[in-house]
């Protein structure tokens, strides 16, 4: 028997492929929506499925939850409950073997040669990763999509009662799941206009053709199936609701302000930086929807020509009808690329009828197609950052294997204290710590925002995003009043890198406004309280807290890093205060070589200047200019520093030169600013008491 060495290459680059897939969905827990899904999952295994108020969120007040995932949500707490977070994770990793594995077959039945499949595979891999990474719902709908074309959109299947009510079956679960469901009636309403096509094609051919025909895949089955699928689906908490839900959120305007998957699908540029949407996948869509439409046009006009039987037969027209309605969920929004099997499908089974007429070309097309899939394994970890997915779990302590979760990412260090101190209240928090930080502290704290956007006013959407534009741009007013309209206690904010998340810090401009002081850090998050009338109770229990563990706390200034570091460094370490390479970067700091030496000052520097450690900061960055006159983005700390110490005029002679340069450097217009208006505008502010506050950027 001769080997298909073509198969095997084929499918020997599909493996570890689809091994970068896995590997990220057995990862760490890192989808942000899991964690509120989680927590819904046991409010109704425990309470049922009619909460009156959101147990999470305090931009909500008195509005129930809407379960319209709920099994997902109880089967996913279920599990939890049984294996903890490490059989989540075995579970989301298990899934997406089955995708995959279930996608392979899926296409292996259609294609012509393992290779074509493989290569398929490969394709659907690399446009599907985006939602088989994260543990959410579309992990039933994906299968079920598989499933459903398995069941009712084989041609030459006979598609009996047992089948139309498997599918059924399957609807009533899935509508249960996933609001998604719909995409199920979708598909089959397209997979019934596809055979209604063809039959009304048939009816222009010649008699004697019709008769050549043969059995074709039926309509009475996809039409019931369609009108009891309706029907059924409606067996769920919120009845024919549940069938307009994405409609309804889609038509609110929210979800499409998230740029992430549900960036619809430019044919004109991909988009930049976007995972979702990477240029590869960009360019695997074009592809596809090139050549579906060109084999679609080609055998219309085909028919049109031949009027045949045998052309008619080839259109595949249900497939057709498939591959036109996933095409436009595609480019309506990226999160709908895994539809791209049913393109897939089509592509296949035209290139296995063109190689039946020409055997001669099967070696060669096979050949090509595993040159795809090398193609692909070599371009798919680089357009997804396979690096940076690495270099996150390689932060964690515990690292891929023994962390339950990305504790660094979701500010799992601020988590634990929130809840040890024991703090109540409202909280303010980025988008994607809204689940985890709900999931841990609620109800007595409870979030802002979480990725349910249909259950909070749009408003709430719109200030979250105006809040963020304010606390990273500088806008004091803004942020005070927004802040002051929520009555947010507590604020939760991230300094990370922007070259690790692409934002800017959140506090720093919080940190200037005095009604508000630092209660807690690590190096990259930070959380503030609010010190007005109502807030004394918050502040006796961070007290407290501090008390207990016998460190330096300042009620009226909060804490202070430097301090902390000096005096706990153990504690500081273990609470990420500071680097595991702290030592060596001070040690390194004392270097003779000035290249090394400078090196270790910028982290160091960089470092206190995100914990708020800003005196020791000072010393760093005056020691880094030293060595580096133009280190802009020292001098640009150095001024901040000097100007969060209470030293305005220093900061002003340091921040004057760089504002003169570059005033778009970073926030050093707003530095400068704050600056100037303390040195010079105080007697004003004091005489009139209405300057002071656009001068420190304070309010009540």
Not at 119 to 143: E, G, N
Not at 170 to 199: Q, T
Not at 677 to 697: C, K, M, P, S
């Amino acid at each position: 028997m001769k080997r298909d060495l073509p198969g095997l290459l084929a499918q020997a680059c599909l493996v570890p492929l689809c091994g970068i897939a896995v590997w990220l969905a057995g990862r760490p827990l890192a989808t942000d929506d899991a964690w509120w899904h989680l927590a819904l999952g046991a409010v109704y295994a425990r309470d049922g499925l009619s909460i009156a108020a959101d147990p999470l969120l305090h931009t909500a007040p008195g509005q129930p939850t809407v379960p319209h995932e709920w099994l997902f949500q109880v089967a996913l707490h279920a599990v939890h409950a049984a294996l903890g977070f490490f059989g989540l994770r075995a579970l989301h990793a298990a899934s997406v073997v089955a995708i995959l594995a279930g996608a392979y077959a899926t296409f292996r039945r259609a294609a012509p040669s393992r290779a074509a499949a493989a290569l398929a595979t490969a394709i659907f891999t690399c446009l599907a990763w985006y939602r088989l990474f994260q543990l959410r719902p579309d992990l039933v709908s994906i299968p079920a999509c598989l499933i459903l074309a398995a069941l009712l959109f084989a041609p030459e299947a006979r598609v009996g009662p047992r089948r139309v009510a498997a599918a059924l079956l399957l609807l009533v679960v899935w509508a249960n799941a996933h609001s998604v469901f719909a995409v199920g009636l979708a598909l089959l309403l397209a997979a019934l206009l596809g055979v209604l096509l063809e039959r009304a094609l048939a009816r222009a051919l010649p008699a004697p053709e019709r008769a050549r025909l043969g059995p074709r895949p039926a309509a009475a089955p996809l039409a019931a199936a369609l009108a009891l699928g309706i029907l059924v689906t409606a067996l769920n908490p919120r009845g024919l609701a549940q069938h307009a839900t994405f409609f309804v959120e889609s038509a609110s305007g929210d979800i499409w302000l998230l740029m992430d998957d549900f960036l619809r699908f430019d044919p004109r540029a991909p988009p930049a930086g976007n995972l979702a949407l990477t240029p590869l996948a960009w360019g695997l869509v074009h592809a596809l929807l090139a050549a579906s439409a060109l084999v679609a046009s080609a055998g219309l006009v085909r028919v049109a020509r031949e009027r045949s039987a045998a052309a008619l037969r080839d259109l595949d027209a249900l497939h057709v009808g498939l591959a036109a309605a996933s095409a436009v969920a595609m480019v309506a929004a990226a999160r709908f690329l895994w539809l791209a099997v049913f393109p897939l499908l089509l592509l296949l089974r035209a290139a296995a009828r063109a190689l039946e007429r020409r055997p001669a070309a099967r070696s060669p097309a096979a050949w090509a197609a595993a040159a795809g899939c090398a193609a692909l394994l070599i371009a798919f970890p680089r357009t997804v950052r396979l690096d940076a997915f690495a270099l996150e779990v390689a932060a964690e302590p515990d690292g891929y294997w023994r962390s339950p979760w990305l504790d660094e990412r979701y500010c799992g260090p601020g988590m634990r204290f929130l809840r040890d101190a024991g703090l109540r209240g409202n909280l303010f928090q980025p988008f994607n710590l809204g689940g985890f930080l709900g999931y841990w502290l609620a109800p007595q704290l409870r979030t802002f925002i979480d990725g349910r956007l249909d259950h909070v006013p749009s408003e709430v959407l719109h200030d979250y995003l105006e809040i963020r534009r304010a606390s990273q741009r500088g806008v004091p007013e803004a942020l005070r009043q927004l802040l002051a309209k929520w009555r947010v206690d507590v604020f939760v904010g991230l300094a990370f890198p922007e070259d690790r998340y692409g934002e800017a810090s959140w506090v720093a401009h919080l940190r200037r406004f005095p009604a508000w002081i630092p209660i807690f850090a690590t190096e990259h998050c930070a959380i503030y309280l609010r010190r007005v009338a109502g807030a004394e109770e918050n502040l006796l229990r961070v007290r407290a807290y501090y008390a207990q563990r016998r460190l330096p706390f300042d009620g009226a200034h909060g804490i202070d890093a430097g301090v902390l570091i000096r005096a706990r460094p153990g504690w500081s370490r273990r609470q990420r205060l500071i680097p595991p390479d702290f030592d060596a970067l001070e040690a390194a700091a004392r270097d003779p070589d000035p290249q090394r030496r400078a090196g270790a000052l910028e982290r160091l520097g960089d470092l206190f200047w995100r914990v708020g450690a800003f005196a020791e900061g000072e010393r760093v960055d005056r020691e880094l200019l030293a060595l580096r006159p133009d280190a802009r983005e020292a001098r640009r700390r150095l001024a901040d520093d000097l100007l969060m110490l209470g030293r305005p005029a220093e900061s002003l002679a340091v921040s004057t030169p760089l504002w003169e340069q570059d005033p778009g450097y970073g926030d050093v217009h707003a530095i400068h600013q704050i600056a100037w208006n303390r040195v010079h505008g105080e007697a004003e502010a004091d005489a009139t008491g209405a300057g002071r506050e656009n001068a420190n950027g304070a309010g009540p």
